[in-house]
Every structure is written in structure tokens, then in C-alpha cells.
């Protein structure tokens, strides 16, 4: 079993609508966890940051975390032709040492 | 303030000869992780440093590769007798320096290492 697991996508939704990516891990200490959106031939750069259960909103973007089921979801609002993207969902564990892994991403394809 | 700072942005090595591939921090941090990544695929994890200490290498083959971050200057990812399976992109990013778990990692632009 992978440690953070993801449908690789693609994921296609029409512009408007909203884009839901879903995220699993499988290490039940787990704290920290992290979406993060990367455009083809750039590097990652953050978008959400979630450490407890529940809701975090962020402008367009909501993050739901549910540590009982060990799944994480980003959900974007009046998708737009720019959030087409790779999602990649990261967790750390507990412990400031630990290393944050990363899933295999969600490609995100919002068509016009 | 200038970000994280990776170089060479490409390399290309023949089969048998070494990779080098620096990263600078953002200034004020000294946590550095290591990934790789292949095409359509997500960031593998290589090795997390501190300052002069290999916090976790367990990404990191055991063969050929090795990593460092030296107290002054760049922190170094060596690839030894490069192969052609090493051909990825090799991201490095930094985060803050202070104990926490929910320190948030900035990317550099990547290494592209490509092997004849």
C-alpha cells in the first residue's frame, strides 16, 4: 500500500463547476498535510495547508481533512481554464524530523 | 528575497560520469529535502538535511547517490556512474528553521538531469 495515495486523473471539469481531488495515507500519526499544484515543466508551489479535522477555506480553494478515515480533499470553486493542473497531496508525520511524502498527483484538466 | 536556488536548471551526462546538482536555501532556512521525479509521475522522496546532519536518507539508494549540506554553502546531491534510469528531474525545496510539524516546503526550479 502506498503511504499517500491518489487518482491519477485525468480529472476533467467544466469551467464554473467544482473540481473535488481526493486524498488517502495510510500512516495513522500523520499531522501535517498539504496540497500543492504544479503546472507542467515547473516546480510545486503550495496552495493549502490543513493540520486538523474539518474545514479550511482559502479564497476559491477548501481543504477537508478526516483523520478517522486518513482522507484529505481540495476542493475548488468556479473552476477556472488557469487551475488546470497537477494536485499533489503531502503528509508528514508527527514528528518535526519526519519527511513529508508526497502522492502520485491529480491532473486537472477545466475545459472551456 | 530570493528563493530557493537550484543549478545547473539541465545537465547532461554521459553514462559512467558524475552528477552534481546544487541548492541553495531560502535565506533563514536550514531544512533541505531532496525529490525526484519522473515524467507524469509524483515526487519521490530521496533525503531530508539539516545543517551539517542527514536527518533521513531512507529515499536515497543505497549505491551511487549521496547527499550533503555543509555549514556554509549549497547543499549537494551527487549521483556517481551516472546510469540512464537516473534521468529525472531532482527537486530540492526548504523550509524554516524551527521545530514544527507543519513547516511548509518552498521548491526550487528543478535540476533536469538528462543521461546519454
Known amino acids: 500500500q502506498k503511504e499517500v495515495e491518489q487518482n491519477s486523473g485525468p480529472l476533467s471539469v467544466p469551467e464554473g463547476a467544482i473540481a473535488s481531488l481526493n486524498c488517502t495515507y495510510s500512516d495513522r500519526v500523520s499531522q501535517s498535510f498539504f496540497w500543492y499544484r504544479q503546472y507542467s515543466g515547473k516546480s510545486p508551489e503550495l496552495i493549502m495547508s490543513i493540520y486538523s479535522n474539518g474545514d479550511k477555506e482559502d479564497g476559491r480553494f477548501t481543504a477537508q481533512l478526516n483523520k478517522a478515515s486518513q482522507y484529505v480533499s481540495l476542493l475548488i470553486r468556479d473552476s477556472q481554464p488557469s487551475d488546470s493542473a497537477t494536485y499533489l497531496c503531502?503528509?508528514?508525520?508527527?514528528?518535526?524530523?519526519?519527511?513529508?511524502?508526497f502522492g502520485s498527483g491529480t491532473r486537472l484538466s477545466i475545459r472551456p | 528575497n530570493a528563493g530557493v536556488m537550484q543549478n545547473p536548471r539541465h545537465l547532461v551526462r554521459r553514462r559512467g560520469q558524475e552528477a552534481r546538482l546544487r541548492c541553495s536555501p531560502m535565506?533563514?532556512?536550514?531544512?533541505v529535502y531532496w525529490y525526484r521525479q519522473l515524467p507524469e509521475e509524483g515526487l519521490k522522496f530521496m533525503v531530508y538535511l539539516q545543517k551539517e546532519n542527514i536527518i533521513d536518507e531512507s529515499g536515497m539508494p543505497k549505491e551511487r547517490f549521496s547527499a550533503e549540506f555543509p555549514k556554509e554553502g549549497p547543499s549537494i546531491l551527487r549521483i556517481q556512474q551516472v546510469v540512464r534510469g537516473d534521468s529525472a528531474a531532482y527537486f530540492c525545496?526548504?523550509?524554516?528553521?524551527?521545530?514544527?510539524?507543519?513547516?511548509?516546503?518552498?521548491f526550487g526550479s528543478g535540476t533536469q538531469l538528462s543521461v546519454l
Open positions: 535565506k533563514g532556512h536550514s531544512h
Open positions: 525545496a526548504s523550509s524554516p528553521n524551527r521545530e514544527a510539524t507543519n513547516e511548509k516546503l518552498f
Open positions: 503531502a503528509v508528514r508525520r508527527h514528528s518535526s524530523a519526519s519527511k513529508i511524502i
